[in-house]
Structure formats: structure tokens, C-alpha cells
């Protein structure tokens, strides 16, 4: 089994741009794909991003996805950041026998 | 459009049980893997179990094991936790979400509480 690391939270201003890492912590990031979701307060997880860089319909474009095998960690970037983008977000992926794994979360305060 | 409903959640004493239940409409619920995912409390999430769309795989998380045990029925659209000998650390919203390699469509969540 593997762990995935967020940073705790983060946090920028109106009209900037954040990256959120997503460390695996054994094993090559590139051989599962990663998902990212976003959680509001009192709401479900909506997925953002899947398969790496892969946006949802409806999911606008501010929201891109990569990898970085150097590193061994996913990123979430949002571009053009807005108010309501302030959430939790998280990263996931999958071991054998289609096992779930989930990084702690991130906090994104948008100030 | 997609729709999971979770139902069944509750206050429950430790060493009690619960069944969990979560009915799909609006796709092709047959053919769709189905999970049950949960967060505690101010905490992060936690996948739970994993149900294939035949019935035939079924997976459990260790913390788990032994206690709750996944099932689907397929006339009813629905997939269901019995969860048994609960503990304290099992409160938490549970989420049936629906995937097998990753999670794309959640439901609203119910809350399970353990406690004396």
C-alpha cells in the first residue's frame, strides 16, 4: 500500500494562481492515474479533475491537473482563483484490487 | 442525471449494528462498480468497500474487515453496509459512491453515530 501527502492548506488571493502537490509515497505516480475533487463545506466531493489532467464537462478550464515523475506527485492548479473555489480539495487514486487511496485534504482559503 | 441516496444512518450504541442503503437512478446501474466511502467528523476521506457490478469481487478496508459486509441488489438499484459491532471511531458521514477505478458520482452522504 501507498500514502498520498497534501499540504495542509493553502491559501492566495482573488485572481492568482495556486498549485496543490500530492505526494505518492511509494511507487510510481505515473502508474495509477490521479483524481482530484473538491469538497464544500456540508457537501459531497465533486470531482475536478481525473486520469491525471482530465477535466469533467462543466469543470471549467481554470482547473488543470499534471504529474511529475522527478518527484513522484500529482498537482491541482487553479488559475484565475475565485471565491467560490475556496474548499477542501483532495487526490486519489488506486492500488491493486481497486483499492481506494485518498490524501488527507487541503485546505484552499481564498483571501 | 445521476441521483445516490444514502438512507439508514443514525445514533447506534458501540457493539450495535446498522444497514446502510443507497438506491441509484438516471444510469446504467448494473453495469457500474459501487463503493461506500466515509469521513469522520472534521476529518478526511476513507474508502470502506468496493462491490463489483456482478457481485463477484468484493473488497473491504482493514479497518473494517470482519465487521461490515457489502451487498447490491440489482432489481432495487440499490447497494447496501451492513455494518456490525461498531466502535466509537466509526462515526463518521458515509458515502456510497459509484466507480471502480476512481470515484465520479457521490451521494449526499447520512451520518452514523456511535455512541453510549
Known amino acids: 500500500n501507498f500514502m498520498l501527502t497534501q499540504p495542509h492548506s493553502v491559501s492566495e488571493s482573488p485572481g492568482k494562481t495556486v498549485t496543490i502537490s500530492c505526494t505518492r509515497s511509494?511507487?510510481?505516480?505515473?502508474?495509477?492515474?490521479v483524481q482530484w475533487y473538491q469538497q464544500r463545506p456540508g457537501s459531497a466531493p465533486t470531482i475536478v479533475i481525473y486520469e491525471d489532467n482530465r477535466r469533467p464537462s462543466g469543470v471549467p478550464d481554470r482547473f488543470s491537473g499534471s504529474i511529475d515523475s522527478s518527484s513522484n506527485s500529482a498537482s491541482l492548479t487553479i488559475s484565475g482563483l475565485k471565491t467560490e473555489d475556496e474548499a477542501d480539495y483532495y487526490c486519489q487514486s488506486y492500488h491493486s484490487s481497486n483499492h481506494w487511496v485518498f490524501g488527507g485534504g487541503t485546505k484552499l482559503t481564498v483571501l | 442525471e445521476v441521483q445516490l441516496v444514502e438512507s439508514g444512518g443514525g445514533l447506534v450504541q458501540p457493539g450495535g449494528s446498522l444497514r446502510l442503503s443507497c438506491a441509484a437512478s438516471g444510469f446504467t446501474y448494473s453495469s457500474y462498480s459501487m463503493n461506500w466511502v466515509r469521513q469522520a467528523p472534521g476529518k478526511g476521506l476513507e474508502w470502506v468497500s468496493y462491490?463489483?457490478?456482478?457481485?463477484?469481487?468484493?473488497y473491504y478496508a482493514d479497518s473494517v474487515k470482519g465487521r461490515f459486509t457489502i451487498s447490491r441488489d440489482k432489481a432495487k438499484n440499490s447497494v447496501y453496509l451492513q455494518m456490525n459491532s461498531l466502535r466509537d471511531e466509526d462515526t463518521a458521514v458515509y458515502y456510497c459512491?459509484?466507480?471502480?477505478?476512481?470515484?465520479?458520482?457521490w451521494g449526499q452522504g447520512t451520518l452514523v453515530t456511535v455512541s453510549s
Open positions: 462491490i463489483s457490478s456482478s457481485s463477484g469481487t468484493i
Open positions: 459512491a459509484s466507480g471502480g477505478n476512481f470515484p465520479d458520482y
Open positions: 511509494s511507487g510510481s505516480t505515473a502508474s495509477n492515474y
